[in-house]
Antibody, heavy 122, light 111 residues
Framework: QVQLVQSGAEVKKPGASAKVSCKAS????????IHWVRQAPGQGLEWIGI????????RYAQKFQGRVTMTSDTSTSIVYMELSSLNFDDTAVYFC???????????????WGQGTLVTVSS | QSVLTQPPSVSGAPGQRVTISCTGS?????????VHWYQQYPGVAPKLLIY???NRPSGVPDRFSGSKSGTSASLAITGLQADDEADYYC???????????FGSGTTVIVL
């Protein structure tokens, strides 16, 4: 079955960077894009961006452009999301999720990772 | 502030029907982009509930249904059950933002 397993919780200081990983299994990794979504404590879902499994094509939400980098390693089936210049408002659970339509940016998010809590604290 | 507006909460007694609205604009729902719905329990990842406006993934009970008209979409839950108590989010693509957007989220309360 499709599984997305994310890295563990992180605590970062303001101004630092956080890099979260998402390991995919149970399907052909190269066929499906991966989204990143975050959820601040007690808040709703916020889309961060999407990356294709080859890492060649990515699209970021305007809010995060210049601060986020998404990469992919096809040899290990792992996608990474790095967010830099962290501030307190970046404290959130970060999720990876698979785009359901093969080879497409479109379609619903049909499988989700378990989430990674990134806490920004001085 | 979310691009897609949902009521903060809706409530109903067991067995009743509740609906959740999701109001967008001409750059998202009104532009005929598919609307998807997710269910989320506290502390866990969201789960896809409805995709492409009206379709249920395998395993989702037919008590859940989706619809769309103009710049709005709706999720209906019939035969409300205790374990329907969760947060629900709508989602679509927005051409002005060139990205995906989520609704503000609605908590369903089973009385």
């Amino acid at each position: 079955q499709v599984q997305l397993v994310q890295s563990g919780a992180e605590v970062k200081k303001p101004g630092a960077s956080a890099k979260v990983s998402c390991k995919a299994s149970g399907y052909t990794f190269s066929n499906f894009y991966i989204h990143w979504v975050r959820q601040a404590p007690g808040q709703g879902l916020e889309w961060i961006g999407i990356v294709d499994p080859t890492g060649n094509n990515r699209r970021y939400a305007q809010k995060f452009q210049g601060r986020v980098t998404m990469t992919s390693d096809t040899s290990t089936s792992i996608v990474y999301m790095e967010l830099s210049s962290l501030n307190f408002d970046d404290t959130a659970v970060y999720f990876c999720a698979r785009a359901s339509v093969p080879g497409s940016l479109l379609g619903p998010f049909d499988s989700w990772g378990q989430g990674t809590l990134v806490t920004v604290s001085s | 502030q979310s691009v897609l507006t949902q009521p903060p909460s809706v409530s109903g007694a067991p067995g009743q029907r509740v609906t959740i609205s999701c109001t967008g604009s001409s750059s998202n729902i009104g532009a005929a982009y598919d609307v998807h719905w997710y269910q989320q329990y506290p502390g866990v990842a969201p789960k896809l509930l409805i995709y492409a406006d009206t379709n249920r993934p395998s395993g989702v009970p037919d008590r859940f249904s989706g619809s769309k008209s103009g710049t709005s979409a709706s999720l209906a839950i019939t035969g409300l059950q205790a374990d329907d108590e969760a947060d629900y989010y709508c989602q679509t693509y927005d051409s002005s933002l060139s990205g995906y957007v989520f609704g503000s989220g609605t908590t369903v309360i089973v009385l």
